[in-house]
Antibody, heavy 127, light 110 residues
Framework: QVQLQESGPGQVKPSETLSLTCTVS??????????WAWIRQPPGKGLEWIGS???????YYSPSLKSRVTISVDESKNQFSLKLNSVTAADTAVYYC???????????????????WGQGTTVTVSS | QSALTQPASVSGSPGQSITISCTGT?????????VSWYQQHPGKAPKLIIY???NRPSGLSDRFSGSKSGNMASLTISGLQAEDEADYYC??????????FGGGTKLTVL
């Protein structure tokens, strides 16, 4: 079965770039049925969708983070990655990667549910 | 980007039924069937329990059900059990931002 695993530094200094990678195992990232998403959860708070990417490289971002976020995909490694620049303490959170359904409808293509999640990785922004 | 609106907390006794609401707008819940619900226990990753408004993933208990009316979606848990105590989040496709989550609801089983 498909599994996702996040990896990356647990601490980042303010104003620097947060970089995380999600490795997909048990299945191919190159599928037309899914997007690959990043979601975060600040301590004691709710879930926030950061963005997602299709294996072809088409990406979608939350407007509130769009100016600082880049999501990329590496088909050869079956991985996708998150970069968030100019981080502040407000970016401290548990970061999850997830598999997100891609739904082709009569009038467009839609983001559906996240059915598989990684275990999450805690990133602290601190000097 | 405005999150979907959920009650901060709900509670119920074992065996009872509870309903959690998720209120959005005509740009998200009101216009699309792509509403999902997630259960999250402390320190764990969220788990999908409802997708496309009312569908359950394979193997999930039928005590969980979802519905939608207008701009509001609902999650109902029947026959409440101690293990249902968790945080619950709704999410929806939205024309403006692709995906938006609700603020989350803490379910307490009394």
């Amino acid at each position: 079965q498909v599994q996702l695993q996040e990896s990356g530094p647990g601490q980042v200094k303010p104003s620097e770039t947060l970089s995380l990678t999600c490795t997909v195992s048990g299945g191919s990232i190159s599928t037309s049925s899914f997007y690959w998403a990043w979601i975060r959860q600040p301590p004691g708070k709710g879930l926030e969708w950061i963005g997602s990417i299709f294996y072809t490289g088409s990406s979608y971002y939350s407007p509130s983070l769009k100016s600082r976020v880049t999501i990329s995909v590496d088909e050869s490694k079956n991985q996708f990655s998150l970069k968030l620049n100019s981080v502040t303490a407000a970016d401290t959170a548990v970061y999850y990667c997830a598999r997100e359904s891609r739904i082709v409808g009569d009038f467009g293509v839609y983001n559906g549910a996240c059915d598989i999640w990684g275990q999450g990785t805690t990133v602290t922004v601190s000097s | 980007q405005s999150a979907l609106t959920q009650p901060a907390s709900v509670s119920g006794s074992p065996g009872q039924s509870i309903t959690i609401s998720c209120t959005g707008t005509s740009s998200d819940v009101g216009s699309y069937k792509f509403v999902s619900w997630y259960q999250q226990h402390p320190g764990k990753a969220p788990k999908l329990i409802i997708y496309d408004v009312s569908n359950r993933p394979s193997g999930l208990s039928d005590r969980f059900s979802g519905s939608k009316s207008g701009n509001m979606a609902s999650l109902t848990i029947s026959g409440l059990q101690a293990e249902d105590e968790a945080d619950y989040y709704c999410s929806s496709y939205t024309t403006r931002t692709s995906v938006v989550f609700g603020g989350g609801t803490k379910l307490t089983v009394l």
